[in-house]
RNA sequence: GGAGGGUUGGCCGAGUGGUUGAAGGCGACAGUCUUGAAAACUGUAGUAGGGGUAACUCUACCGGGGGUUCGAAUCCCUCACCCUCCGCCA
């Protein structure tokens, strides 16, 4: 969510925001809030008056009453104005939420770094790592590979739940804890704090991270008003709503594993083969909570925290900086590592960071201020950071693809070895 | 699932429908004293929004939302959460 008063004051930008982000309709709202907003302003200072003069006399009839005097013409001067004044409060509340439901289809504005681009094809190649492996034989892609040896039964899989559930068995389930293991233990060393948490949601938490209302048919929904989290960053970031933290504990750093669940309406073909798309997957997230000078800084940071994952497991990736039209409607900037997959021929999207800098914090009330709590200082929104490190089904499924044998077995990365008990699967 | 009791400022905790934005305590901050600290004493301080160059001033906020009333922290309804007991299941 943005500022109010940005909005109001800052026109031009919103509206190119908008434009450069691809988000046409977004135009309606803000035109739309600006109306509402002049009108709730205007509303809003001719109830104050109101609601100061029945202030005023409420205390007066007190002063009589008190005193045993007769106090009956105040009275009914009274209800004339708290009618007024009742008419008015209503019609505040009802433009009031209009505003907010216009504002939460505002998106988030580019950072200035940004590329401006319409979609996928315009984002930039910020760096390549890696060599590309060559074999003697011809690579086959994961799916063949775990098949053959019973690493994971998309069958099953579609039995019990449907397609896009995929269940991994034996060494196959053993690979995926050893990552598991593996990114968590890394992301301690670097100082973030291990959550486990709830894998459902309220709308509250949802509202504040963002996902509703724009992602809204994305993510499952049950019963008794919870969602199913579609990435555990919106527990982690909701872990502080309406707190204000004291200066000295940021950045606050914090990392957890946890099962996703997403929709994914509209995907097909090679997308979703094997486990290259899946509705429910594991995924090894971080977030930071940071002052806002330091944000930028920040996200360079946990790319790298990703990049380095990436290079000790021996994956030759890529990192996309996003452009204007393909970054999605919180985030400020937003990188995207990208692995090869040898056995596909293409690369695989395993990780995404993004500084989506005050706009979740708005919402969240998340604040921070010199002195703590109780401190002098004015409470100021933190900054909020967030990124995959990684995602497990496609971290999988490139380390069959390019450290498969010809005859069929896997090397382990040597990294994983450690947490995987072994240095082949076969 | 049923029946009761709760939710007040950073924390604890008063609060009778009418000068209560809210006593008191703790904690915080500033000052006095002290070589320094502690103690003691004195003082300051909620959050958000609006108006004003400023001094200042207005409004809202006592879990959330609605209502009753001339007037609500206080009465009513509703939702959420916490506690106790009963039932059910582990």
Known sequence: MLDIKFIRENQQIVRKAIADK???????SLNELLLLDEEFRLLRSDLEEKQAKRNASSKKIGELKRRGENADELIQD??????????????????????????????????QSVPYGQGPQDNVVAKEHGEKPQ?????????????????????????????????FKGEG?????????????????LGYTEIAMPLM?????????????DKEGQMYQVSDGFYLIPTSELVLANLHRDE???TETLPIKYAAYSA????????????????NRVHQ??????????????????????????????????????????????????????????VWSVGQGRWLEVSSVSNIEAFQARRLQTRFRDGGVSGKAKPELVHTLNGSALALPRTVAAILENYQNADGTVTVPEVVRPYFGKALME
């Open 201 to 213: 949601v309220n709308a509250e938490s949802a509202t504040a991270t963002g996902q509703l209302p």
């Open 135 to 167: 074999f003697d034989f011809q690579p086959k892609p994961h799916w063949e590979l775990a098949t053959a040896r019973g690493w994971f039964d998309l069958e099953a899989g579609v039995k019990t739940t449907g397609a896009g559930f995929p269940v």
């Open 22 to 28: 691809q988000l046409g309709e977004s135009l309606k």
């Open 281 to 338: 997957f594991d995924k090894v997230e971080m977030v930071q909570l940071t002052e806002p000078a330091k944000s930028y800084e920040a996200l360079e940071q946990m790319t790298e925290t990703s990049e380095a994952m990436l290079e000790a497991l021996g994956l030759p990736y890529r990192r996309l900086l996003m452009c204007s039209g393909d970054m999605g409607f919180t985030q400020a900037k937003k990188y995207d590592l990208e």
């Open 78 to 111: 009274m209800g004339r104005l708290s009618n007024e004044v009742k008419k008015l409060e209503e019609k505040s509340r009802s433009l009031e939420a209009q505003i907010n439901t216009l504002m939460l289809e505002l998106p988030n504005i580019p950072h």
């Open 244 to 246: 204000i933290l004291a």
């Open 260 to 275: 996703c669940f997403r929709r994914e309406a509209g995907s097909y073909g090679k997308d979703v083969r094997g486990i």
């Open 173 to 189: 389930a053993r690979l995926l804890r050893a990552l598991i293991q593996y990114f968590l233990n890394k992301l301690n060393d």
